[in-house]
Antibody, heavy 122, light 107 residues
Framework: EVQLVESGGGLVQPGGSLRLSCAVSGFTFSDHYMDWVRQAPGKGLEWVGR??????????EYAASVKGRFTVSRDASKNSLFLQMNSLETEDTAVYYC?????????????WGQGTLVSVSS | DIQLTQSPSFLSASVGDRVTMTCRASQGIRTSLAWYQQKPGKAPKLLIYSASTLQSGVPSRFSGSGSGTEFTLTISSLQPEDFATYYC?????????FGGGTKVESK
């Protein structure tokens, strides 16, 4: 059974940092692209960033709104995905989802974690 | 960036109705489009990918069509568990983007 379990959310002041983790199980982690998607309270979905699979050297992509502030990484030995968030802004307040992408030519988001809430406020 | 515009934003329907919603892309994305269903307080669920391929385990009353810039999600006979918000998402180019959503409500 595929499982994605996020942790690390919480309240942080503007300008602060936070590191989200996602523990995965039930599939071969290194085979899949992995993403972070967020949802501000009462709003729609926003893609945050991606790490490709081992075959593609775990390269990354980011949304313009977070590029240079957020870093997606993974530890294959621990089956874990991370999102390092620096210079946080109030607009970063959202539920952050860890998401697995399919093994297809255009990877779509086929499994989602339950989400972890990040609140940026003074 | 590719913008996705969903219409309508809200849709009132009854159980048994045939429901159709649209997603328009600001430029051609071939068939690189997915549809997701989200219920309050829950993570989204993949319904359709590559514009028309039904995800495993998704009921056959859901179908998708379209290519290029115009796409449609149809629910052939609305069931009580289908009241939710539906999002489209393009996977043609970075940054990956979502539409603003269509909320299906009970009439």
């Amino acid at each position: 059974e595929v499982q994605l379990v996020e942790s690390g959310g919480g309240l942080v002041q503007p300008g602060g940092s936070l590191r989200l983790s996602c523990a995965v199980s039930g599939f071969t982690f290194s085979d899949h692209y992995m993403d972070w998607v967020r949802q501000a309270p009462g709003k729609g979905l926003e893609w945050v960033g991606r790490t490709r699979n081992k075959a593609n050297s775990y390269t990354t992509e980011y949304a313009a709104s977070v590029k240079g502030r957020f870093t997606v990484s993974r530890d294959a030995s621990k089956n874990s995905l991370f999102l390092q968030m620096n210079s946080l802004e109030t607009e970063d307040t959202a539920v952050y989802y860890c998401v697995r992408s399919q093994l297809t030519s255009r990877p779509y988001f086929d499994f989602w974690g339950q989400g972890t809430l990040v609140s940026v406020s003074s | 960036d590719i913008q996705l515009t969903q219409s309508p934003s809200f849709l009132s329907a009854s159980v048994g109705d045939r429901v159709t919603m649209t997603c328009r892309a600001s430029q051609g994305i071939r068939t690189s489009l997915a549809w997701y269903q989200q219920k309050p307080g829950k993570a989204p669920k993949l319904l359709i990918y590559s514009a028309s391929t039904l995800q495993s385990g998704v009921p056959s009353r859901f179908s998708g069509s379209g290519s290029g810039t115009e796409f449609t999600l149809t629910i052939s006979s609305l069931q009580p568990e289908d009241f939710a918000t539906y999002y489209c998402q393009q996977a043609d180019s970075y940054p990956l983007t979502f539409g603003g959503g269509t909320k299906v409500e009970s009439k």
